[in-house]
C-alpha cells in the first residue's frame, strides 16, 4: 500500500513565525500536492510538484513556498505564518505511470493532514 | 474557471436507508469526475471515477454516473451503514498533462445513525 506520511499531526505555531510542514510518500511517486483543507470551502491546492525540484503554484500559493530536493519529500512552507493560514494541511502523490488511462486519472494518495493553528 | 458544487450537508440517515448526494460540475474542457470519501481523522481516498459520459463508477456499494447532458455525478448508496459516515468529497480533472491536478467540491457529511 502507498504511504504519504505528514510529519506533524497536531502543531501550533505564532504569528509571524516560518513553518515547515513535511511530507514523505513511500512509492516513488512522480507528483506531490499540499492541499488545505477548510469547513465549507473543500480542498484547494496551494502547490504541486510533477518532479525534483519542480513546482507549481496552485490555486492559492500566496503566503507559501515549497520544496522538493528529493523525490519522495515535499514541504510546505509559511514564511510568516498569520492567522488566517490557520487550517488542515492535506499532502497527496500520484503517478502517472500506475497503470490509470490516461495518466491524469491515477488516483491522489493522502496523508493524514497536519492541523496547524497560529496564535 | 471549472468547478464543483456539492448538497450541503450534513446528511444524516438511519442505517439501510438510501443515500444520494448531489455533485453538479462546471468545465470548460471533457473532464474525468471522482468521489474521494474522509474517515475521521484520516486522510482522503479514492471511493469511485468515471473517465467519460455514461461511465458508471462502482466500489463498496457506492455508485456513480457521469451524465454530460445534467454536468452531474451524483453519488448513490442503497443501504447505507453507520461506517459509512464520513465526509464525502466530488471532483474533477481536466483531460491535459499528466499531474492529475484535482478540483475538489466543498465536501458533504454524512451521519448514518444505528
Known amino acids: 500500500d502507498v504511504k504519504v506520511t505528514q510529519s506533524s499531526r497536531y502543531l501550533v505555531k505564532r504569528t509571524g513565525e516560518k513553518v515547515f510542514l513535511e511530507c514523505v510518500q513511500d512509492?516513488?511517486?512522480?507528483?506531490m500536492f499540499w492541499y488545505r483543507q477548510d469547513p465549507g470551502l473543500g480542498l484547494r491546492l496551494i502547490y504541486f510538484?510533477?518532479?525534483?525540484?519542480?513546482?507549481e503554484k496552485g490555486d492559492i500559493p500566496e503566503g507559501y513556498s515549497v520544496s522538493r530536493e528529493k523525490k519522495e519529500r515535499f514541504s510546505l512552507i509559511l514564511e510568516s505564518a498569520s492567522t488566517n493560514q490557520t487550517s488542515m494541511y492535506l499532502c497527496?502523490?500520484?503517478?502517472?505511470?500506475?497503470?490509470?488511462?490516461?495518466?491524469?486519472?491515477?488516483?491522489?494518495?493522502f496523508g493524514n493532514g497536519t492541523r496547524l493553528t497560529v496564535t | 474557471g471549472d468547478s464543483v458544487t456539492q448538497m450541503e450537508g450534513p446528511v444524516t440517515l438511519s442505517e439501510e436507508a438510501f443515500l444520494t448526494i448531489n455533485c453538479t460540475y462546471t468545465?470548460?474542457?471533457?473532464?474525468?469526475l471522482f468521489w474521494y470519501v474522509q474517515y475521521p481523522g484520516e486522510g482522503l481516498q479514492l471511493l469511485l471515477k468515471?473517465?467519460?459520459?455514461?461511465d458508471k463508477g462502482s466500489n463498496k456499494g457506492f455508485e456513480a454516473t457521469y451524465r454530460k447532458e445534467t454536468t452531474s455525478f451524483h453519488l448513490e448508496k442503497g443501504s447505507v451503514q453507520v461506517s459509512d459516515s464520513a465526509v464525502y468529497f466530488c471532483?474533477?480533472?481536466?483531460?491535459?498533462?499528466?499531474?492529475?491536478?484535482?478540483?475538489f467540491g466543498q465536501g458533504t457529511t454524512l451521519q448514518v445513525k444505528p
Open positions: 468515471a473517465t467519460k459520459a455514461d
Open positions: 468545465a470548460t474542457g471533457y473532464p474525468s
Open positions: 510538484s510533477y518532479d525534483v525540484k519542480m513546482k
Open positions: 497527496a502523490s500520484s503517478s502517472p505511470s500506475d497503470g490509470s488511462f490516461p495518466p491524469y486519472n491515477s488516483p491522489l494518495h
Open positions: 512509492m516513488d511517486h512522480e507528483n
Open positions: 471532483a474533477l480533472t481536466e483531460r491535459s498533462g499528466n499531474t492529475g491536478k484535482l478540483i
